[in-house]
């Protein structure tokens, strides 16, 4: 891929919707994140076995007919904190990476507040050594949370490495909004460096900006160029009526040159939602994964997954 404009996603349809597989994943196929093994892809989602629970699993595809599915973990693949823990509460993918004979996967944490904000989110970090199949916590607490700069949240990132460096883009919560009598978080996206992947140097000014007040920006997927730029997707929404009306969430675009300055263009994302099914109300949490010659995106659509996984192929 040289660019985004003028091209688009070619959307192949719903993969996996739950259905009780394991006797947990009972509804959502939420925040697809996708790893590349040698004979198939592995793609970690945050399911539902109550609600109000998210945990994650993972549903493996084939390698050259994605829309076959080859397993479905039989349990999550890390229980959730203990009481007073980051992600006592929940626990969602966001990106994962192979890191020598290791896997990390960066999953957002969540937590129940008892004030008028109804939870936290932050950022944790835990590793595999069976090649992504099972996981434990690299660190008790999170890699990132908020700040004296950042003082709602730090959640949702995508993690690559570039020459030797660590980079983390990620959902830092600007507040929240009261909206019809209910408290909403807003958040823009943000970019921070590391030596290990753990402990991080925050720019402290947003990568991409809010494009109004009330927007709220999440869930970047990162990938670099032919021409040795980089492309982001990310998801975006409004504050008013965003879980099923006019404000829900769909899937902008950015690119930038150096990963530092970044230009937003959501009309190149190539993607948006269909007159009808599925992903007619909301397109959200894009995952985009080069295999061999082919781009995929796995995404969710309405009810932030309700449905389950669905993909699309680039061209």
């Not at 203990?82 to 626990?91: K, L, M, V, Y």
């Not at 007040?213 to 409004?238: K, N, Q, V, Y």
Request: charged share 25%.
């Amino acid at each position: 891929m040289a660019d985004a404009a003028g091209a688009g996603w070619s959307k192949q349809g719903l993969l996996f919707t739950p259905s009780g597989e394991g006797g947990w994943m009972n509804s959502h196929a939420q925040v697809p994140t996708a790893l590349l093994l040698d004979d198939r892809i592995r793609v970690y989602v945050a399911s539902r076995p109550k609600p109000g629970l998210s945990l994650t699993g993972y549903i493996d595809l084939d390698i050259e007919r994605p829309d076959r599915v080859l397993a479905v973990s039989d349990r999550p693949i890390l229980d959730p904190g203990g009481p007073g823990t980051f992600d006592e509460h929940g626990i969602m993918p966001s990106a994962v990476i192979a890191d020598g004979d290791l896997v990390r996967l960066y999953y957002s944490g969540w937590s129940r507040l008892a004030g008028a904000a109804p939870y936290h989110n932050t950022t944790g970090l835990a590793v595999s050594d069976d090649g992504g199949r099972t996981f434990r916590r690299a660190c008790e607490g999170p890699v990132l949370d908020r700040s004296p700069y950042e003082a709602f949240s730090a959640t949702s990132p995508c993690v690559l490495r570039h020459e030797g460096q660590w980079h983390v883009f990620y959902s830092a919560g600007l507040g929240w909004l009261e909206i019809d009598g209910k408290q909403e978080h807003i958040y823009d996206l943000r970019h921070a460096t590391s030596q290990d992947g753990i402990d991080w140097r925050r720019t402290r000014r947003p990568a991409i900006a809010q494009a109004f007040p009330e927007e709220a920006l999440t869930r970047p997927t990162i990938l670099e160029r032919a021409d040795g730029g980089w492309a982001m997707w990310f998801c975006h929404r409004g504050s008013h009526g965003f879980r099923g009306g006019g404000d829900a969430y769909r899937i902008g675009f950015a690119r930038s040159d150096d990963l530092v300055e970044w230009t937003r263009d959501d009309a190149a994302a190539g993607i948006g939602v269909s007159p009808a099914g599925f992903d007619s109300e909301m397109i959200a949490y894009p995952c985009v994964l080069r295999v061999g010659e082919r781009l995929l995106m796995f995404y969710n659509g309405n009810g932030f997954g309700r449905d389950g996984l669905a993909w699309a192929v680039w061209g």
